[in-house]
């Protein structure tokens, strides 16, 4: 099936750094998503991108859509306490309602 | 406000009890999910369903059964818990394709089976 390759799978980074994370897959996707799940909480979406080659912005973070489709990045920059989280891409299984999911990126950010 | 919530956000059993984990939402959504969440694993569909009384296997059904009786509630039941059903598990729910296939997620259970 339908995998999404996630990395890196922890990162350790000062308060003030910029943070870049991937996705990748071997299949297209037509949309990608970007979660958040804070310690203990379920995950949030922060942005859904829908066209190859979309870049879109949430505040201090920018994802884009690949143009090949099968990958996506996730920035942040300026990063903060409070970006502390697991950090989740995700993209429509072909064909069905289900989500395939990467296994997360951990950030931790050191004050 | 999109709106997940799930009956507890921590729930200890024995081995053996039969338990259930109750997940309501309030945006009239036909797609409901059932996840199971552990470290280095990422994120393990158990079960979906894409309508009242309609349910689907995911990747990790085993030892696991649900029930949409209305289209707000969807609830996943351990026939008999065992202690490798230790995990945190989250509830999803999503509108029908071309409803941009975004899935809303609850606070999530953490289950302790001992």
């Known amino acids: 099936g339908q995998q999404l390759n996630q990395s890196p799978q922890s990162m350790f980074i000062q308060e003030g750094e910029d943070v870049s994370m991937n996705c990748t897959s071997s299949?297209?996707?037509?949309?990608w998503l970007w979660y958040k799940q804070d310690p203990g909480e379920g995950p949030v979406l922060l942005i859904a991108l829908y066209k190859a080659g979309e870049l879109t912005s949430n505040g201090r973070l920018t994802a884009q859509f690949g143009i090949t489709r099968k990958d996506s990045f996730l920035n942040i920059s300026a990063s903060i306490p409070s970006d502390v989280g697991i950090y989740f891409c995700?993209?429509?299984?072909?064909?069905?309602?289900?989500?395939?999911f990467g296994k997360g990126t951990k950030l931790t950010v050191n004050p | 406000d999109v709106k997940v919530t799930q009956s507890s956000r921590y729930l200890v059993k024995r081995t053996g009890e039969k338990v259930f984990l109750e997940c309501v939402q309030d945006?009239?959504?036909?797609?409901m999910f059932w996840y199971r969440q552990d470290p280095g694993l990422g994120l393990r569909l158990i079960y979906f369903s894409y309508d009242v009384k309609m349910k689907e296997k995911g990747d990790i059904p085993e030892g696991y059964s649900v029930s949409r009786e209305k289209k707000e509630r969807f609830s996943l039941i351990l026939e008999s818990a065992s202690t490798n059903q230790t995990s945190m598990y989250l509830c999803?729910?999503?509108?029908?394709?071309?409803?941009?296939?975004?899935?809303?997620f609850g606070p999530g259970t953490r289950l302790l089976v001992l």
């Open positions: 945006m009239d959504h036909e797609n």
């Open positions: 299949s297209i996707f037509n949309t």
């Open positions: 999803a729910s999503s509108p029908p394709r071309g409803g941009l296939e975004t899935q809303y």
């Open positions: 995700a993209g429509p299984q072909g064909g069905s309602e289900k989500l395939v």
